[in-house]
Protein backbone atom coordinates (compact mmCIF):
# COMPACT_ATOMS: atom_id res chain seq x y z
CA UNK A 1 0.00 0.00 0.00
CA UNK A 2 0.77 3.64 -0.93
CA UNK A 3 0.21 6.08 1.29
CA UNK A 4 0.23 9.39 0.11
CA UNK A 5 1.01 12.61 2.49
CA UNK A 6 0.37 16.36 2.24
CA UNK A 7 3.17 18.98 3.69
CA UNK A 8 2.25 22.99 3.22
CA UNK A 9 5.00 25.14 3.36
CA UNK A 10 3.76 27.23 6.11
CA UNK A 11 5.07 30.09 8.42
CA UNK A 12 6.91 28.49 11.09
CA UNK A 13 4.48 27.81 14.27
CA UNK A 14 6.52 29.70 16.62
CA UNK A 15 6.54 32.97 14.63
CA UNK A 16 4.40 35.58 15.51
CA UNK A 17 2.64 36.67 12.46
CA UNK A 18 2.11 40.69 11.53
CA UNK A 19 0.05 41.83 9.18
CA UNK A 20 2.33 44.09 6.45
CA UNK A 21 1.12 47.85 6.54
CA UNK A 22 -0.56 48.51 3.59
CA UNK A 23 -3.15 45.46 4.36
CA UNK A 24 -1.43 43.24 1.13
CA UNK A 25 -1.04 40.55 2.99
CA UNK A 26 0.78 39.36 6.26
CA UNK A 27 4.80 39.54 6.54
CA UNK A 28 6.60 36.74 5.07
CA UNK A 29 9.84 38.38 3.74
CA UNK A 30 12.57 36.95 5.73
CA UNK A 31 10.37 34.99 8.13
CA UNK A 32 11.19 31.05 8.98
CA UNK A 33 8.95 28.42 6.95
CA UNK A 34 8.60 25.46 8.08
CA UNK A 35 6.22 22.13 6.92
CA UNK A 36 2.22 23.28 8.60
CA UNK A 37 3.03 21.09 11.98
CA UNK A 38 -0.25 19.39 11.30
CA UNK A 39 0.70 17.69 7.95
CA UNK A 40 4.01 16.78 9.74
CA UNK A 41 1.98 14.73 12.52
CA UNK A 42 0.35 13.50 9.33
CA UNK A 43 3.62 12.31 7.71
CA UNK A 44 5.08 10.99 11.48
CA UNK A 45 1.76 8.55 11.46
CA UNK A 46 1.99 7.71 7.41
CA UNK A 47 5.99 6.30 8.82
CA UNK A 48 4.59 4.82 11.77
CA UNK A 49 2.07 2.48 9.76
CA UNK A 50 4.96 1.85 7.09
CA UNK A 51 7.06 0.86 9.72
CA UNK A 52 4.30 -1.33 11.04
CA UNK A 53 4.94 -3.68 8.20
CA UNK A 54 1.30 -2.12 7.06
CA UNK A 55 2.00 0.25 4.09
CA UNK A 56 5.12 -0.17 1.44
CA UNK A 57 5.24 2.93 0.14
CA UNK A 58 5.23 6.74 1.86
CA UNK A 59 4.99 9.71 -1.08
CA UNK A 60 5.04 13.65 0.55
CA UNK A 61 3.50 16.15 -1.97
CA UNK A 62 3.56 19.65 -1.62
CA UNK A 63 2.26 22.12 -4.04
CA UNK A 64 3.92 25.54 -5.06
CA UNK A 65 7.00 26.66 -6.67
CA UNK A 66 10.92 25.65 -5.98
CA UNK A 67 10.68 26.61 -2.50
CA UNK A 68 8.61 23.78 -1.38
CA UNK A 69 11.35 21.37 -2.28
CA UNK A 70 12.69 22.49 1.54
CA UNK A 71 10.31 21.24 2.96
CA UNK A 72 10.22 18.19 0.41
CA UNK A 73 13.56 17.18 1.66
CA UNK A 74 12.44 17.93 5.01
CA UNK A 75 10.00 15.34 4.39
CA UNK A 76 12.28 13.04 2.87
CA UNK A 77 15.00 12.97 5.89
CA UNK A 78 11.96 12.04 7.86
CA UNK A 79 11.11 8.88 6.55
CA UNK A 80 9.14 9.70 3.07
CA UNK A 81 10.57 7.14 0.23
CA UNK A 82 10.02 9.90 -2.46
CA UNK A 83 8.38 13.34 -3.15
CA UNK A 84 6.46 15.23 -5.89
CA UNK A 85 6.52 18.78 -6.03
CA UNK A 86 3.29 19.91 -7.92
CA UNK A 87 4.38 23.04 -9.45
CA UNK A 88 2.53 26.39 -9.51
CA UNK A 89 3.69 30.05 -8.68
CA UNK A 90 -0.05 30.67 -7.98
CA UNK A 91 -1.54 30.33 -4.19
CA UNK A 92 -4.38 27.75 -4.54
CA UNK A 93 -8.15 27.39 -2.84
CA UNK A 94 -8.40 24.20 -1.32
CA UNK A 95 -10.83 23.08 -3.63
CA UNK A 96 -7.80 23.15 -6.46
CA UNK A 97 -5.99 21.51 -4.05
CA UNK A 98 -8.36 19.00 -3.42
CA UNK A 99 -8.51 18.09 -7.50
CA UNK A 100 -4.36 17.69 -7.13
CA UNK A 101 -4.93 14.77 -4.20
CA UNK A 102 -7.50 13.27 -5.93
CA UNK A 103 -5.84 13.37 -9.09
CA UNK A 104 -2.33 12.19 -7.34
CA UNK A 105 -4.38 9.57 -5.31
CA UNK A 106 -5.51 7.57 -8.74
CA UNK A 107 -2.28 8.34 -10.10
CA UNK A 108 -0.43 6.29 -7.94
CA UNK A 109 -3.03 3.65 -6.79
CA UNK A 110 -2.75 5.20 -2.89
CA UNK A 111 -4.29 3.92 0.13
CA UNK A 112 -4.41 6.55 1.94
CA UNK A 113 -3.94 10.15 1.72
CA UNK A 114 -3.08 11.46 5.11
CA UNK A 115 -2.97 14.98 5.45
CA UNK A 116 -2.99 17.65 8.08
CA UNK A 117 -6.19 18.42 9.52
CA UNK A 118 -5.69 22.19 8.45
CA UNK A 119 -2.57 24.70 7.50
CA UNK A 120 -1.65 27.30 10.17
CA UNK A 121 -1.68 29.92 7.78
CA UNK A 122 -4.96 30.11 6.03
CA UNK A 123 -6.75 27.94 8.61
CA UNK A 124 -8.97 26.58 6.07
CA UNK A 125 -9.63 22.84 7.46
CA UNK A 126 -10.91 21.85 3.90
CA UNK A 127 -8.56 19.77 1.54
CA UNK A 128 -9.39 16.74 3.28
CA UNK A 129 -12.85 16.86 3.27
CA UNK A 130 -12.72 18.07 -0.25
CA UNK A 131 -10.37 15.80 -1.19
CA UNK A 132 -12.60 12.33 0.07
CA UNK A 133 -16.08 14.34 -2.18
CA UNK A 134 -14.02 14.68 -5.28
CA UNK A 135 -12.64 11.13 -4.93
CA UNK A 136 -15.76 9.33 -3.24
CA UNK A 137 -14.13 8.00 -0.65
CA UNK A 138 -14.17 7.67 2.90
CA UNK A 139 -13.42 10.71 5.10
CA UNK A 140 -11.66 10.53 8.35
CA UNK A 141 -10.81 13.92 9.52
CA UNK A 142 -9.29 15.71 12.72
CA UNK A 143 -7.74 12.01 13.82
CA UNK A 144 -6.44 10.63 17.01
CA UNK A 145 -5.78 7.50 16.43
CA UNK A 146 -5.65 5.56 13.08
CA UNK A 147 -5.17 1.73 13.37
CA UNK A 148 -5.06 0.03 9.99
CA UNK A 149 -6.17 -4.00 9.55
CA UNK A 150 -5.85 -5.32 6.04
CA UNK A 151 -7.74 -3.40 3.92
CA UNK A 152 -9.97 -1.09 6.25
CA UNK A 153 -8.93 1.66 9.14
CA UNK A 154 -10.12 2.32 12.55
CA UNK A 155 -10.06 5.70 13.00
CA UNK A 156 -11.00 7.53 16.08
CA UNK A 157 -11.66 11.23 15.66
CA UNK A 158 -11.64 14.08 18.18
CA UNK A 159 -14.84 15.83 18.01
CA UNK A 160 -16.57 18.58 20.15
CA UNK A 161 -18.55 16.17 21.72
CA UNK A 162 -15.48 13.58 22.28
CA UNK A 163 -14.09 10.87 20.95
CA UNK A 164 -15.96 9.19 18.00
CA UNK A 165 -14.97 6.19 16.13
CA UNK A 166 -15.65 5.12 12.28
CA UNK A 167 -14.41 2.24 10.54
CA UNK A 168 -13.86 3.22 6.82
CA UNK A 169 -12.94 0.91 3.66
CA UNK A 170 -9.30 1.92 2.29
CA UNK A 171 -8.51 3.70 0.00
CA UNK A 172 -9.65 6.77 2.39
CA UNK A 173 -8.85 9.99 3.33
CA UNK A 174 -7.26 10.67 7.14
CA UNK A 175 -6.75 14.26 8.35
CA UNK A 176 -4.73 14.74 11.46
CA UNK A 177 -5.42 16.43 14.39
CA UNK A 178 -2.49 17.93 16.71
CA UNK A 179 -2.64 14.66 19.56
CA UNK A 180 -2.19 11.83 16.77
CA UNK A 181 1.38 11.39 17.33
CA UNK A 182 4.78 13.63 18.09
CA UNK A 183 6.77 13.56 15.09
CA UNK A 184 10.05 12.68 15.11
CA UNK A 185 13.78 14.52 14.74
CA UNK A 186 15.34 14.89 11.71
CA UNK A 187 18.79 13.33 12.53
CA UNK A 188 21.62 14.77 10.02
CA UNK A 189 22.85 11.93 8.40
CA UNK A 190 19.13 11.31 7.29
CA UNK A 191 19.41 14.96 5.75
CA UNK A 192 22.32 13.56 3.41
CA UNK A 193 20.31 10.53 2.81
CA UNK A 194 17.04 12.45 1.54
CA UNK A 195 19.11 14.73 -0.73
CA UNK A 196 19.76 11.55 -3.12
CA UNK A 197 16.01 10.38 -2.70
CA UNK A 198 14.00 10.73 -5.82
CA UNK A 199 12.13 14.49 -6.24
CA UNK A 200 9.46 14.71 -8.89
CA UNK A 201 8.46 17.66 -10.56
CA UNK A 202 4.82 17.93 -11.94
CA UNK A 203 3.31 20.94 -13.43
CA UNK A 204 -0.07 21.98 -12.15
CA UNK A 205 -1.82 22.13 -15.40
CA UNK A 206 -1.01 18.51 -16.03
CA UNK A 207 -3.08 17.66 -12.82
CA UNK A 208 -6.32 19.35 -14.17
CA UNK A 209 -5.61 22.98 -13.45
CA UNK A 210 -7.55 25.40 -10.71
CA UNK A 211 -10.90 24.81 -10.21
CA UNK A 212 -13.78 26.57 -9.28
CA UNK A 213 -14.18 30.35 -8.93
CA UNK A 214 -11.83 31.36 -6.54
CA UNK A 215 -12.92 34.16 -3.96
CA UNK A 216 -11.32 37.65 -4.09
CA UNK A 217 -8.94 37.97 -1.29
CA UNK A 218 -9.04 41.64 -0.15
CA UNK A 219 -7.79 43.29 2.48
CA UNK A 220 -5.78 42.32 5.64
CA UNK A 221 -6.29 44.03 9.44
CA UNK A 222 -5.03 43.08 12.59
CA UNK A 223 -7.27 42.03 15.15
CA UNK A 224 -9.07 44.55 17.21
CA UNK A 225 -6.51 44.53 20.44
CA UNK A 226 -8.11 43.58 24.21
CA UNK A 227 -6.84 46.10 26.37
CA UNK A 228 -5.81 45.46 30.02
CA UNK A 229 -8.15 46.26 32.98
CA UNK A 230 -8.45 46.54 36.26
CA UNK A 231 -6.08 44.92 39.36
CA UNK A 232 -8.25 43.92 42.48
CA UNK A 233 -6.53 43.63 45.57
CA UNK A 234 -8.14 40.56 47.10
CA UNK A 235 -10.82 38.01 46.62
CA UNK A 236 -13.55 40.17 48.44
CA UNK A 237 -12.65 42.93 45.76
CA UNK A 238 -12.87 40.37 42.90
CA UNK A 239 -16.33 38.80 44.02
CA UNK A 240 -17.44 42.00 44.22
CA UNK A 241 -16.37 43.13 40.64
CA UNK A 242 -18.02 40.27 39.53
CA UNK A 243 -21.31 40.80 40.82
CA UNK A 244 -21.12 44.81 40.02
CA UNK A 245 -21.07 43.38 36.41
CA UNK A 246 -24.14 41.33 37.02
CA UNK A 247 -21.56 38.29 35.95
CA UNK A 248 -22.47 35.92 38.84
CA UNK B 1 -30.79 39.44 -6.28
CA UNK B 2 -32.35 38.46 -3.00
CA UNK B 3 -30.47 35.98 -0.59
CA UNK B 4 -31.82 32.26 -0.24
CA UNK B 5 -29.80 30.93 2.66
CA UNK B 6 -29.60 27.40 3.88
CA UNK B 7 -28.15 26.48 7.47
CA UNK B 8 -27.13 23.64 7.96
CA UNK B 9 -28.65 22.35 11.49
CA UNK B 10 -26.58 20.47 14.33
CA UNK B 11 -27.78 18.08 16.56
CA UNK B 12 -27.33 15.07 18.66
CA UNK B 13 -30.55 13.53 17.67
CA UNK B 14 -32.63 15.46 20.51
CA UNK B 15 -30.95 19.13 20.82
CA UNK B 16 -30.51 21.79 18.72
CA UNK B 17 -26.88 22.84 19.29
CA UNK B 18 -26.45 26.50 20.05
CA UNK B 19 -23.88 27.25 17.22
CA UNK B 20 -27.17 26.42 14.57
CA UNK B 21 -28.75 29.41 16.61
CA UNK B 22 -25.63 31.57 15.84
CA UNK B 23 -25.63 30.44 12.33
CA UNK B 24 -28.94 32.00 12.16
CA UNK B 25 -27.65 35.45 13.20
CA UNK B 26 -24.31 35.61 10.89
CA UNK B 27 -27.15 34.27 7.78
CA UNK B 28 -29.64 37.66 9.82
CA UNK B 29 -26.72 39.64 8.46
CA UNK B 30 -26.61 38.35 5.02
CA UNK B 31 -30.23 39.40 4.81
CA UNK B 32 -29.63 42.80 5.85
CA UNK B 33 -27.17 43.28 2.35
CA UNK B 34 -30.61 43.12 -0.07
CA UNK B 35 -33.37 41.13 2.22
CA UNK B 36 -34.17 37.46 1.94
CA UNK B 37 -35.44 34.00 3.68
CA UNK B 38 -33.46 31.65 5.93
CA UNK B 39 -34.15 28.01 5.88
CA UNK B 40 -33.12 25.20 7.78
CA UNK B 41 -31.87 21.81 7.15
CA UNK B 42 -32.16 18.75 10.11
CA UNK B 43 -30.59 15.75 8.92
CA UNK B 44 -30.63 12.84 11.13
CA UNK B 45 -33.54 10.20 12.20
CA UNK B 46 -36.50 10.33 14.27
CA UNK B 47 -35.86 13.93 14.53
CA UNK B 48 -39.23 15.95 14.98
CA UNK B 49 -38.63 17.38 18.05
CA UNK B 50 -34.82 18.96 16.74
CA UNK B 51 -36.81 20.50 13.58
CA UNK B 52 -39.56 21.82 16.08
CA UNK B 53 -36.43 23.50 18.04
CA UNK B 54 -35.45 24.73 14.96
CA UNK B 55 -38.23 26.24 13.81
CA UNK B 56 -38.77 28.57 16.98
CA UNK B 57 -35.25 30.38 16.34
CA UNK B 58 -36.65 33.71 15.00
CA UNK B 59 -35.87 34.83 11.72
CA UNK B 60 -36.19 31.19 10.22
CA UNK B 61 -38.21 30.90 7.07
CA UNK B 62 -38.67 27.12 6.55
CA UNK B 63 -37.65 24.03 8.12
CA UNK B 64 -36.50 20.95 6.06
CA UNK B 65 -36.17 17.65 7.47
CA UNK B 66 -34.47 14.71 6.10
CA UNK B 67 -35.29 11.80 8.18
CA UNK B 68 -33.86 8.68 7.13
CA UNK B 69 -31.83 5.40 9.07
CA UNK B 70 -28.62 5.96 7.19
CA UNK B 71 -28.31 9.89 8.40
CA UNK B 72 -28.73 8.75 12.30
CA UNK B 73 -25.16 9.35 12.65
CA UNK B 74 -23.44 12.82 11.58
CA UNK B 75 -21.15 11.00 8.85
CA UNK B 76 -19.82 13.97 6.12
CA UNK B 77 -19.70 10.97 4.01
CA UNK B 78 -23.77 11.02 4.08
CA UNK B 79 -24.73 14.20 5.66
CA UNK B 80 -22.30 16.27 2.94
CA UNK B 81 -24.47 14.71 -0.12
CA UNK B 82 -27.24 15.79 1.30
CA UNK B 83 -26.44 18.83 2.36
CA UNK B 84 -25.21 19.51 -1.60
CA UNK B 85 -28.59 18.05 -2.90
CA UNK B 86 -30.83 20.26 -0.89
CA UNK B 87 -28.67 23.66 -1.60
CA UNK B 88 -29.76 23.50 -5.08
CA UNK B 89 -31.62 27.24 -5.84
CA UNK B 90 -29.70 28.70 -2.42
CA UNK B 91 -27.45 31.47 -2.40
CA UNK B 92 -25.96 30.57 0.22
CA UNK B 93 -25.38 27.19 2.38
CA UNK B 94 -24.05 27.70 6.21
CA UNK B 95 -23.00 25.36 9.12
CA UNK B 96 -21.92 26.55 12.46
CA UNK B 97 -17.80 25.98 12.63
CA UNK B 98 -18.33 23.14 15.09
CA UNK B 99 -15.90 19.67 14.38
CA UNK B 100 -19.28 18.54 12.60
CA UNK B 101 -19.90 21.68 10.23
CA UNK B 102 -16.41 21.84 9.63
CA UNK B 103 -16.20 18.01 8.52
CA UNK B 104 -19.81 18.34 6.39
CA UNK B 105 -19.88 21.34 4.76
CA UNK B 106 -16.52 21.82 2.90
CA UNK B 107 -17.92 18.02 1.36
CA UNK B 108 -21.07 19.43 0.46
CA UNK B 109 -18.90 22.56 -0.97
CA UNK B 110 -16.73 19.88 -2.98
CA UNK B 111 -19.55 18.18 -4.43
CA UNK B 112 -20.96 21.54 -5.20
CA UNK B 113 -17.88 22.18 -7.42
CA UNK B 114 -17.28 26.00 -5.28
CA UNK B 115 -14.98 26.75 -3.04
CA UNK B 116 -15.89 27.51 1.07
CA UNK B 117 -15.11 30.16 3.56
CA UNK B 118 -13.59 29.02 7.19
CA UNK B 119 -14.87 30.54 10.13
CA UNK B 120 -17.01 34.00 8.89
CA UNK B 121 -16.75 36.21 11.60
CA UNK B 122 -18.42 39.52 9.96
CA UNK B 123 -20.67 40.08 6.99
CA UNK B 124 -19.36 42.95 5.15
CA UNK B 125 -21.95 42.67 2.08
CA UNK B 126 -24.26 39.66 0.41
CA UNK B 127 -21.04 38.01 -0.71
CA UNK B 128 -18.13 39.84 1.43
CA UNK B 129 -17.19 38.53 4.27
CA UNK B 130 -14.40 38.68 7.17
CA UNK B 131 -12.34 35.37 8.43
CA UNK B 132 -9.32 35.00 10.59
CA UNK B 133 -6.13 33.74 9.25
CA UNK B 134 -3.16 32.52 11.21
CA UNK B 135 -4.75 31.94 14.38
CA UNK B 136 -7.07 35.04 14.46
CA UNK B 137 -3.75 37.51 14.35
CA UNK B 138 -4.92 38.77 11.07
CA UNK B 139 -8.23 39.15 9.98
CA UNK B 140 -8.90 39.06 6.42
CA UNK B 141 -12.04 40.11 3.71
CA UNK B 142 -12.91 37.86 1.37
CA UNK B 143 -15.26 38.11 -1.67
CA UNK B 144 -17.06 35.22 -3.19
CA UNK B 145 -17.60 35.87 -7.02
CA UNK B 146 -21.72 36.38 -8.08
CA UNK B 147 -22.72 33.28 -10.26
CA UNK B 148 -21.47 30.73 -6.87
CA UNK B 149 -23.24 29.72 -3.93
CA UNK B 150 -21.61 30.90 -0.94
CA UNK B 151 -20.52 27.64 1.23
CA UNK B 152 -18.92 29.29 4.59
CA UNK B 153 -19.38 28.00 8.06
CA UNK B 154 -19.79 30.63 10.80
CA UNK B 155 -17.29 31.20 13.56
CA UNK B 156 -19.26 30.69 16.70
CA UNK B 157 -17.37 32.68 18.82
CA UNK B 158 -18.42 35.47 16.40
CA UNK B 159 -22.16 35.42 16.55
CA UNK B 160 -24.86 36.05 19.17
CA UNK B 161 -27.44 33.24 19.44
CA UNK B 162 -30.09 33.95 17.61
CA UNK B 163 -33.67 34.59 19.71
CA UNK B 164 -36.21 32.09 19.99
CA UNK B 165 -40.23 33.16 19.17
CA UNK B 166 -39.66 32.00 15.56
CA UNK B 167 -42.57 30.52 13.25
CA UNK B 168 -40.68 28.59 10.47
CA UNK B 169 -42.55 25.99 8.56
CA UNK B 170 -41.24 22.69 8.74
CA UNK B 171 -41.39 20.59 5.73
CA UNK B 172 -40.67 16.73 5.21
CA UNK B 173 -37.65 16.65 2.46
CA UNK B 174 -36.76 13.42 1.16
CA UNK B 175 -33.98 11.79 1.34
CA UNK B 176 -31.72 11.68 -2.23
CA UNK B 177 -28.88 9.91 -1.02
CA UNK B 178 -27.62 6.55 -0.29
CA UNK B 179 -25.66 5.03 2.40
CA UNK B 180 -22.22 5.26 2.00
CA UNK B 181 -20.77 1.82 2.47
CA UNK B 182 -17.46 2.12 2.80
CA UNK B 183 -17.65 4.27 6.29
CA UNK B 184 -19.27 2.54 9.47
CA UNK B 185 -19.85 4.58 12.25
CA UNK B 186 -18.96 3.04 15.69
CA UNK B 187 -19.76 5.25 18.17
CA UNK B 188 -19.03 8.20 20.30
CA UNK B 189 -17.13 8.50 23.42
CA UNK B 190 -18.35 11.47 25.21
CA UNK B 191 -16.16 13.92 27.28
CA UNK B 192 -19.66 13.87 28.79
CA UNK B 193 -20.28 14.16 32.53
CA UNK B 194 -23.12 16.58 33.87
CA UNK B 195 -21.25 19.95 33.57
CA UNK B 196 -21.60 22.45 30.37
CA UNK B 197 -20.29 21.60 26.86
CA UNK B 198 -17.15 24.09 27.10
CA UNK B 199 -18.32 25.70 23.41
CA UNK B 200 -21.82 26.78 24.61
CA UNK B 201 -21.21 27.25 28.52
CA UNK B 202 -22.11 30.75 29.85
CA UNK B 203 -19.02 30.71 32.35
CA UNK B 204 -15.79 28.96 31.77
CA UNK B 205 -13.18 28.02 34.75
CA UNK B 206 -10.35 27.18 33.54
CA UNK B 207 -6.63 25.96 34.85
CA UNK B 208 -2.99 25.97 33.81
CA UNK B 209 0.08 24.11 34.92
CA UNK B 210 0.12 25.55 38.48
CA UNK B 211 -2.68 23.33 39.32
CA UNK B 212 0.33 21.11 39.63
CA UNK B 213 -1.77 17.82 39.58
CA UNK B 214 -4.98 16.08 38.20
CA UNK B 215 -6.34 16.00 41.92
CA UNK B 216 -5.95 19.65 42.49
CA UNK B 217 -8.11 19.93 39.53
CA UNK B 218 -10.74 19.02 41.93
CA UNK B 219 -11.22 22.47 43.78
CA UNK B 220 -11.83 23.89 39.76
CA UNK B 221 -14.20 21.36 39.20
CA UNK B 222 -16.13 22.25 42.61
CA UNK B 223 -16.03 25.73 41.75
CA UNK B 224 -17.16 25.56 38.61
CA UNK B 225 -20.48 22.84 39.94
CA UNK B 226 -21.46 25.99 42.57
CA UNK B 227 -21.17 28.56 38.81
CA UNK B 228 -22.88 25.74 36.85
CA UNK B 229 -20.06 26.39 34.59
CA UNK B 230 -17.87 24.29 32.24
CA UNK B 231 -14.04 23.76 33.11
CA UNK B 232 -11.12 24.14 30.60
CA UNK B 233 -7.65 23.86 30.94
CA UNK B 234 -4.29 25.32 29.02
CA UNK B 235 -2.17 23.49 26.70
CA UNK B 236 0.38 23.55 29.48
CA UNK B 237 -2.21 21.09 31.73
CA UNK B 238 -3.10 18.84 29.31
CA UNK B 239 0.45 18.04 27.85
CA UNK B 240 1.23 17.70 31.99
CA UNK B 241 -1.67 14.92 31.96
CA UNK B 242 -3.86 17.16 34.57
CA UNK B 243 -6.54 16.68 32.49
CA UNK B 244 -7.97 15.38 28.92
CA UNK B 245 -7.02 16.51 25.86
CA UNK B 246 -10.82 17.81 25.11
CA UNK B 247 -10.63 20.42 27.97
CA UNK B 248 -8.00 22.22 26.48
CA UNK B 249 -8.99 25.72 25.27
CA UNK B 250 -6.76 27.56 22.61
CA UNK B 251 -5.21 27.84 19.12
CA UNK B 252 -4.53 23.84 18.89
CA UNK B 253 -7.62 23.37 21.36
CA UNK B 254 -11.31 24.67 21.22
CA UNK B 255 -11.87 28.47 20.48
CA UNK B 256 -14.35 29.86 23.00
CA UNK B 257 -16.46 33.06 23.57
CA UNK B 258 -17.89 32.42 27.26
CA UNK B 259 -19.57 35.65 29.43
CA UNK B 260 -17.57 34.79 31.69
CA UNK B 261 -14.10 33.20 31.47
CA UNK B 262 -12.13 32.65 34.72
CA UNK B 263 -8.49 31.33 34.60
CA UNK B 264 -6.64 29.88 36.99
CA UNK B 265 -2.77 29.91 37.38
CA UNK B 266 -2.81 30.41 33.40
CA UNK B 267 0.40 32.63 32.28
CA UNK B 268 -1.32 33.24 28.95
CA UNK B 269 0.42 32.07 26.03
CA UNK B 270 -0.22 33.45 22.95
CA UNK B 271 -2.06 30.09 21.91
CA UNK B 272 -4.30 30.04 25.19
CA UNK B 273 -5.12 33.68 24.00
CA UNK B 274 -6.13 33.17 20.51
CA UNK B 275 -8.84 31.00 22.00
CA UNK B 276 -10.63 32.94 24.74
CA UNK B 277 -10.29 36.77 23.19
CA UNK B 278 -13.61 37.10 22.38
CA UNK B 279 -14.62 36.04 25.69
CA UNK B 280 -16.97 38.38 27.19
CA UNK B 281 -15.02 39.64 30.23
CA UNK B 282 -11.80 37.63 31.36
CA UNK B 283 -10.59 37.11 35.07
CA UNK B 284 -7.18 36.05 35.45
CA UNK B 285 -5.92 34.53 39.41
CA UNK B 286 -1.80 34.08 39.07
CA UNK B 287 1.30 34.21 41.38
CA UNK B 288 3.19 36.16 39.15
CA UNK B 289 2.33 39.96 38.72
CA UNK B 290 4.25 39.62 35.37
CA UNK B 291 2.59 37.08 33.93
CA UNK B 292 0.89 38.06 30.47
CA UNK B 293 -2.59 37.30 31.20
CA UNK B 294 -2.90 40.29 33.16
CA UNK B 295 -2.32 42.25 29.65
CA UNK B 296 -5.83 41.29 28.44
CA UNK B 297 -7.57 40.32 31.43
CA UNK B 298 -10.91 42.47 32.40
CA UNK B 299 -10.03 41.46 36.07
CA UNK B 300 -7.00 40.73 37.33
CA UNK B 301 -5.87 39.19 40.88
CA UNK B 302 -2.43 38.60 41.90
CA UNK B 303 -3.00 36.13 44.04
CA UNK B 304 -2.40 32.21 44.99
CA UNK B 305 -4.84 30.40 43.07
CA UNK B 306 -5.04 27.50 45.99
CA UNK B 307 -6.25 30.22 48.73
CA UNK B 308 -8.43 32.47 45.80
CA UNK B 309 -10.33 29.60 44.39
CA UNK B 310 -11.69 28.08 48.10
CA UNK B 311 -12.47 31.93 48.76
CA UNK B 312 -14.50 32.59 46.07
CA UNK B 313 -16.80 29.59 46.59
CA UNK B 314 -17.26 30.30 49.97
CA UNK B 315 -18.26 33.63 48.89
CA UNK B 316 -20.68 33.44 45.83
CA UNK B 317 -22.40 30.41 48.35
Known sequence: MKILVGIKRAVDYNVRVRVKSDGSGVETDGVKMSVNPFDEIALEEALRIKEAGKADEVIVVSIGNNDVQQQLRTGLAMGADRAIQVETGDTLQPLTVARVFKALAEREGAGIVLLGKQAIDDDCNQVGQMTAALWGRPQATFASKVVIDGTTATVTREVDGGLETLEVDLPAVITSDLRLNEPRFVKLPDIMKAKRKPLDVVPLDELGGHAGAAPATGRHAAPAPRSRGVMVGDTAALVAELKNRGLV | MTNKILILAEHDGATLNPGTA??????????????GTIDILVLGEGIDGVAAQAAAVAGVNAVLVTDAAHLAPPLAVNHGPELAAAAEGYSHVLAPSSTYGKDVLPHAAALLGV?????????????????PIYAGNAIVDVTVPDDVIVCGTSRSASWPTAAEGGAGAVQARAATSQRAAHTRYQGLAGAGGDRPDLQTARIVVSGG????SAENFEILYRLADGLGAAVGASRAAVDAG????????????????????????????????????????????????????????????????????????????
Open chain 2, 209 to 212: RALG
Open chain 2, 115 to 131: NALSDIMAVEGARAFKR
Open chain 2, 22 to 35: KAVSCAAAITEHGG
Open chain 2, 242 to 317: YVPNDMQVGQTGKIISPELYLAFGISGAIQHITGIKDAGTIVAVNKDADAPIFEIADIGLVGDLFTVVPEIEQQLS
